[in-house]
């Protein structure tokens, strides 16, 4: 399973550094993703990591400030989030797919808006306000 932690209370332009770490699983093999679900909105993709060679992919509107990176040796993936603005607050949660390639995976979340996933963390809330 999954366990997300990180999140909390920034003002904007802070940053916050949130961590995907997985336990009964090895996600070496596969694509694992960031969502978030601001209140009364669709839960959406906003990067996602191949863990195999480390491809990274994101969302236009995240591009630039956020960064996905992995460490395979902790079975471990985060996402430092920078310049924070009020339109970041949401709950922020990882998810990992293991039947689907993990190229495919990460098109899926950021070019198709899937949601399809084998395993997801429970969420961290993230806060953005002065």
């Known amino acids: 399973q999954l366990q997300a932690s990180g999140g909390g209370l920034v003002q904007p332009g802070g940053s916050l550094r949130l961590a995907c770490a997985a336990s009964?699983?090895?996600?070496?093999?596969?694509?694992v993703a960031w969502f978030r679900q601001a209140p009364g909105k669709e839960r959406d993709g906003v990067s996602c990591?191949?863990?195999?060679?480390?491809?990274?992919y994101y969302s236009d509107s995240v591009k630039g400030r956020f960064t996905i990176s992995r460490d395979n040796a902790k079975n471990t993936v985060y996402l430092q989030m920078n310049s924070l603005k009020p339109e970041d607050t949401a709950v922020y949660y990882c998810?990992?797919?293991?039947?689907?390639?993990?190229?495919?995976?990460?098109?899926?979340?950021?070019?198709?808006?899937?949601?399809?996933?084998?395993?997801w963390g429970q969420g961290t809330q993230v806060t953005v306000s002065s």
């Open positions: 990591i191949q863990m195999t060679d480390g491809m990274e």
């Open positions: 998810a990992a797919d293991v039947p689907t390639h993990p190229k495919v995976f990460c098109f899926n979340v950021l070019r198709r808006n899937s949601t399809r996933a084998t395993y």
């Open positions: 009964g699983v090895n996600l070496g093999y596969y694509g």
